[in-house]
């Protein structure tokens, strides 16, 4: 091996950056869990309340922050097309969203 030095710190460099990779993350889990526990109102609760403003079936469900609070987004399906729901996950007032609402402009088919 001619460069031992330069492949160990090519080691090191990656590690620290898996390293700070993880750290990351952790700091952004507890705020699933801190939503979690502000959500009185549950996900079964909140995709029945959704399906029965929209008609259709529940096909995606996420608990997002809000400004006012935790949100459960509930994306709901029938023969006419797709609807989404913000559902208040503390008092479970709905509210319907628009297209452009509804979309975050992310493309979720992997």
């Not at 529940?58 to 729901?85: H, I, K, M, N």
Request: aromatic share 4%.
């Amino acid at each position: 091996m001619k460069y031992p030095a330069l492949t160990s710190f090519a080691l090191v460099a990656l590690a620290a950056s898996a390293g700070a990779a993880l750290a990351v993350q952790s700091r952004t889990e507890p705020d699933d869990a801190v939503l979690l526990e502000q959500a009185t109102v549950p996900l079964g609760q909140a995709v029945t309340l959704a399906e029965g403003r929209t008609g259709g079936r529940a096909v995606e469900v996420a608990l997002e922050g809000q400004p006012s609070g935790p949100a459960w987004f509930v994306t709901t399906v029938d023969r006419t097309g797709e609807s989404r729901v913000a559902v208040d996950a503390r008092s479970g007032a709905l509210t319907p969203l628009t297209a452009e609402e509804g979309d975050d402009g992310e493309d979720d088919d992997d």
